[in-house]
């Protein structure tokens, strides 16, 4: 695919540093509109060709237009122009992790289940695969102070992140992992005051009567299913809080 909008001025390139002629490239670009939202930019082959330069320096280029909210990033697909213009929503998603620390308390998960699995016939439709494919299957206790706060039961495509099995949750968690491999295009949520399920109950240490808040999200990257998680809290742990801004 062509990588050239407008081209940049030859006295500029001279003065900027490598990844910085790349990004400024890029950014012209998206600014023109000559890639909108949702267009797939150039491939970081194609970048290093047109400028000279090393895959490090495009990567860079990119991570930086990434993190400024230009373009989104998905692996074994491309790099794709960003909507500008902010989605509001009544969630965010946040890290566990990051919420328990920004408290001041201690983190920390213990895995209880991490395998690939047969597809279901109910789990099929949920992340557009076919019945008997493999899927990604990990059952994580995240706790706060030591305290169970949290039981993930989760499912992945393993298209969107084929290393998810190999990654240590004790370091990090399934949702910072897959932020950062495949980037979520949406989610959806379905939140409601339930009963824990038999195991789930064991590994919190509660009662099986014990009121729960359940929260079952589905993230989506392009049309593409990326996860489904039922996540199990506690009621008397665990409070879910928002904020709208007209």
């Not at 900027?16 to 023109?32: D, E, H, I, N, T």
């Not at 919420?99 to 289940?113: F, K, Y």
């Not at 499912?155 to 979520?184: E, G, S, W």
């Amino acid at each position: 695919m062509s990588a050239s909008p407008a081209a940049i001025d030859s006295s500029n390139r001279s003065a900027r540093a490598p990844y910085a002629r790349v990004k400024a490239f890029l950014k012209q670009g998206l600014s023109s509109g000559h890639w909108p939202p949702d267009a797939l930019m150039p491939s970081e082959s194609e970048l290093v060709a047109q400028f000279g330069v090393s895959r490090m320096t495009v990567t860079r280029a990119l991570r930086e237009l990434q993190s400024e909210g230009l373009v989104h990033r998905v692996q074994g697909l491309g790099t794709y122009a960003a909507h500008l213009a902010p989605v509001s929503s009544t969630l965010t998603i946040r890290d566990l992790h990051e919420e328990i620390t920004a408290r001041g308390h201690r983190h920390h998960a213990l895995v209880h289940l991490a395998q690939s699995e047969a597809c279901s016939e109910a789990l099929a439709p949920r992340l557009g695969l076919r019945v008997g494919d493999p899927v990604f299957h990990t059952l994580i206790v995240h706790h706060e102070n030591d305290v169970p706060l949290q039981c993930e039961d989760r499912y992945v495509n393993p298209a969107c992140a084929p290393d998810y099995l190999q990654t240590d949750f004790t370091r990090i968690t399934p949702t910072h992992y897959l932020l950062d491999v495949a980037p979520l295009w949406e989610a959806q949520y379905a939140i409601e005051s339930g009963n824990a399920t038999a195991q789930e109950a064991r590994l919190l240490g509660i009662g099986g009567r014990d009121p729960c808040l359940i929260i079952v999200r589905r993230t989506v990257n392009r049309n593409v299913p990326i996860t489904l998680a039922r996540l199990v809290h506690p009621g008397s742990r665990y409070r879910l809080e928002g904020q709208f801004t007209p």
